[in-house]
């Protein structure tokens, strides 16, 4: 029975109707504190994430709101889409790319959406470009390190021993607690 319905309705819905229904409105943005306009942190960050050159496109938008946790709750993916759109990155240049000012009012944006101040986002937006670059330099110098493990200049120690049948335990598997 759905099967039937749901594209006779699809078909009844003019398409003019359609994307008006779609259309999402989007929360005030929250005032940006003068600081971050300058922040090098937070820059940083942007330039992190950045996807062509100094500037970020729409996926590269979806990456830091995905990445970041910003995307739940009252945010959608489709008010994060309609946030880049609305930034004026569509208008830069053919395609599309966000810039710094664009991206500065995109998380003011998030941040109204949240209720949240503009400093909450900016945080949450650096902490995460911070563990990302963290990441990206660990794995650089595993690469190049010649496959030891290194712990802050010297070698890691080696693995325990293996238990022995007096010392070693059942295994329980994470379903365990579950069985009668």
Same mark, same amino acid.
């Given at each position: *029975?759905?099967? /039937? ?18 259309? +999402? ?29 100094? =500037? ?6 979806? /990456? +830091?709101? !995905? ?13 994060? !889409? ?33 209720? *949240?101040?503009? &400093?909450?986002?900016?945080? !949450? ?5 911070? /563990? ?10 595993? /690469? ?25 335990? &059942?295994? !329980?598997?994470?379903?365990? =607690?579950? &069985? &009668?």
């Amino acid at each position: *029975v759905v099967d /039937r319905l749901v594209p006779a309705i699809i078909a009844a819905v003019p398409p003019a109707a359609a994307a008006a229904s779609l259309a +999402v409105q989007l929360a005030e943005p929250v005032e940006i504190d003068p600081q971050y306009r300058t922040d090098v942190g937070l820059s940083g960050a942007f330039a992190a994430f950045a996807t062509h050159g100094d =500037m970020l496109d729409a996926a590269g938008w979806e /990456r +830091v709101v !995905r990445s970041c946790g910003l995307v739940g709750g009252v945010l959608t993916d489709a008010m994060a !889409r309609e946030i880049f759109v609305q930034s004026g990155a569509p208008l830069n240049v053919e395609g599309g790319h966000m810039g710094w000012d664009e991206f500065l009012w995109a998380c003011a944006v998030v941040g109204g959406t949240h209720g *949240v101040m503009f &400093k909450i986002v900016a945080q !949450r937006v650096l902490s995460v470009a911070e /563990r990302q670059e963290t990441a990206r330099r660990v794995e650089a110098e595993e /690469r190049g390190g010649g496959g030891e493990q290194q712990v802050v200049g010297r070698t890691a120690p080696p693995p325990p021993e293996k238990p022995t049948l007096l010392t070693k335990k &059942k295994s !329980r598997s994470m379903f365990s =607690m579950f &069985k &009668k």
